[in-house]
């Protein structure tokens, strides 16, 4: 089906998308112990509120960006992450050192190249915040791959960290358009398109198509065979991920208490696969975001537009 999405059913599809996001990134905050691995779920929500990371405000960033421009604009994204950065939010130590490096004045393009002794970023965080993009562009996941990439290099000059954000995106470009059409795809069918638009030699393409033949197992024994983030690689986190919003595509609590029981870097798993799924699924309703949860979750920043 071919269809061009006006602009208030984009920004309501990547709005979505944002609130899944945030309670995954929320929530699964709530489980992650640091030092002491993860917290089970257990048979109550934690209490309120539940505060989001880096994850979710970086990812406010990436959508007030496009509500302006329609389009990702890398300077005015690097100023944005700069200007919007707080430390108290649980940024990795190579996302401080970078965006520090921007608020002082460095050209976004020099301190990404620099990342890593040279050879950029390829963590979890280029693909953490861009599944409002993908909801965003649900018309077209040709243009939510160009525009994932776009953003993602503002921050992750590797080519994995790239490419993930990139399968990311397609993922929720193409949960917000099966939204629209009713037509749930199958958990292969879906990983298959993910990782259709990368590079068949990079880590992360070969890891969401070895997560194609995973199959119905447990997400704990999905983890063991793809990692679940523990490293904040984009190779340890992303075909994971995908694999879990493949499999509860049309059910929001059971994907992020997948993320949950798997461990890991449970936050950037949950905001992953809650930003996939929630533009699919939406808000309430059977299966999607609960709206206590959403009411659990600390308010969304200001300056959002």
Same mark, same amino acid.
């Given at each position: 089906m071919s269809f061009v999405l006006v602009d208030d059913t984009r920004l309501a599809l990547a709005r979505d998308s944002l609130a899944g996001l945030s309670v995954g990134d929320a929530l699964g905050g709530r489980h992650f112990v640091p030092g002491h691995g993860v917290a089970p779920w257990g048979t109550s929500l934690p209490d309120a509120l539940w505060q989001w990371s880096d994850d979710t405000e970086m990812a406010c960033s990436v959508l007030a960006v496009l509500a302006r421009h329609g389009a990702i604009e890398r300077d005015e994204l690097a100023a944005a992450f700069a200007a919007h950065y707080d430390p108290a939010r649980r940024y990795g130590a190579g996302a401080v050192e970078l965006l520090e490096l921007i608020r002082a004045g460095t050209p976004w393009p020099v301190a990404a190249a620099a990342a890593f002794d040279g050879?950029?970023?390829?963590?979890?965080? @280029?693909?953490?915040?861009?599944?409002? !993009?993908? &909801?965003?562009? #649900?018309?077209s996941p040709a243009r939510a791959a160009a525009q994932a990439a776009a953003s993602a290099e503002v921050t992750h000059a590797h080519p994995e960290g790239i490419a993930a954000a990139v399968a990311v995106a397609v993922a929720a470009a193409l949960a917000a358009r099966a939204r629209l059409s009713g037509d749930r795809p199958e958990p292969e069918r879906f990983l298959a398109a993910a990782a259709a638009p990368l590079d068949s030699a990079g880590e992360v393409y070969r890891?969401? =198509?070895?997560?194609?033949?995973? #199959?119905? =197992?447990?997400? @704990?024994? /999905? @983890?063991?065979? !793809?990692?679940?983030?523990? =490293? /904040?690689? @984009?190779?340890?986190? /992303?075909?994971? &991920? !995908?694999?879990? &919003? &493949?499999r509860y595509l049309d059910d929001y609590p059971a994907a992020v208490r997948a993320c949950v029981e798997a461990g890991g870097d449970v936050d950037t798993t949950a905001a992953i696969v809650g930003g996939v799924v929630a533009a699919y699924a939406g808000l309430g309703g059977a299966g999607g975001v609960p709206a206590d949860w959403l009411a659990a979750r600390e308010p969304l920043p200001a300056w959002l537009p």
């Open positions: 050879q950029g970023s390829y963590g979890n965080g @280029a693909a953490m915040r861009v599944a409002p !993009l993908g &909801a965003y562009f #649900g018309d890891g969401i =198509r070895r997560a194609i033949t995973l #199959g119905d =197992r447990t997400s @704990a024994e /999905v @983890a063991d065979e !793809l990692g679940n983030g523990s =490293r /904040v690689s @984009a190779q340890d986190t /992303v075909p994971f &991920a !995908l694999w879990v &919003a &493949a």
